[in-house]
């Protein structure tokens, strides 16, 4: 091999290393729960500033949803602010499965019915009480 190809070698295996670290598309461990409701909230602004000579704050407040997914053993509740410009909830059917992932403090990661994925955060977790006997 010459030390051309050697150092190209040297450097797509570096690169084939270094590349899984710095990805966008991270490995994440996926569960599966049932999705049990979805609720709407309001979050508060950071508000409008309109005018130039005296300018006025107009307070304003986004959508904020709240997905409640049940496991064999936890509840969690998932908080995300709505999508689009109507601030809707994502396409997500109550009493069906749905995948989620768990990531560092309250990051969570969802996958809605078309696949998508997206970020809420974990606003509740709770062990599912044990079945009476």
């Known amino acids: 091999m010459t030390k051309t190809a ?3 070698t040297l ?4 690169t084939l290393a270094v590349l899984p670290g710095v990805s966008k598309d991270k490995n994440r461990e996926w569960q599966t729960g049932k999705l ?14 309109t005018g130039t000579a005296s300018p006025v704050v107009i307070p304003t407040t986004y ?4 997905y409640t997914v ?3 053993t936890m509840v969690y509740g ?4 709505g999508k689009g410009w109507h ?12 995948k989620f992932a768990l990531g560092e403090k309250e990051d969570a990661w969802l ?12 606003t509740k977790k709770a062990t599912k009480p044990a079945p009476k006997s």
């Open 6 to 8: 050697a150092t190209l």
């Open 11 to 14: 450097l797509l295996s570096l």
């Open 36 to 49: 049990m409701s979805v609720e709407q909230g309001t979050q508060a602004g950071p508000g409008i500033v």
């Open 63 to 66: 959508k904020t949803w709240t």
């Open 70 to 72: 049940e496991t064999d």
């Open 78 to 81: 998932f908080s995300a602010i």
């Open 87 to 98: 601030e809707r909830p994502r396409h997500l059917t109550i009493g069906k499965e749905v």
């Open 111 to 122: 996958l809605d019915d078309d696949g998508k994925e997206f970020k809420a955060s974990v």
